[in-house]
C-alpha cells in the first residue's frame, strides 16, 4: 500500500531528525548492517550476578568475610548494570 503525501512527508521529517539526534543508529539503519558490539550486556550481567551468588555460597563453609563481600559487590552490580540496561533500552524504543 503506497503512502499518502502527508505520510511521505511525516517519515522524511522523523528521518532528518534522526540524522540530527543520533548520526550514528541512522548510518547502521540506513545500512542495514547490524554493529556486533562487545558481549551483550544481558549476558556480562548475568554471568556477574552468578559469580557474586556462588561466591557468597562458597564463603558460608569457609567462612570467609572477605569472599562474601566481593561476592555481594558483584551479584549488586550485575543487578543494578542489569537494571539500568533495561531502563535505558526501553527508554530507546519509546
Known amino acids: 500500500m503506497p503512502l499518502s503525501e502527508r505520510e511521505r512527508k511525516v ?11 543520533d548520526p550514528e543508529l541512522a548510518r547502521q539503519l540506513e545500512s542495514g548492517v547490524p554493529v ?10 548475568v554471568l556477574a550476578i ?4 556462588l561466591l ?3 564463603a558460608i563453609p569457609l567462612q570467609g568475610f572477605l ?11 550485575g ?6 540496561y533495561r531502563n535505558e533500552s526501553s ?4
Do not use: K, N, T
Open 11 to 21: 517519515l522524511q521529517q522523523l528521518e532528518r531528525e534522526l540524522f540530527i539526534q
Open 36 to 45: 556486533s558490539g562487545p558481549v551483550q550486556p544481558r549476558v556480562r550481567d
Open 50 to 53: 552468578a559469580v557474586g551468588v
Open 56 to 58: 557468597l555460597l562458597l
Open 67 to 77: 569472599i562474601a563481600l566481593v561476592g555481594m559487590f558483584l551479584a549488586g552490580h
Open 79 to 84: 543487578v543494578f548494570a542489569h537494571r539500568a
Open 91 to 94: 527508554s530507546r524504543l519509546l
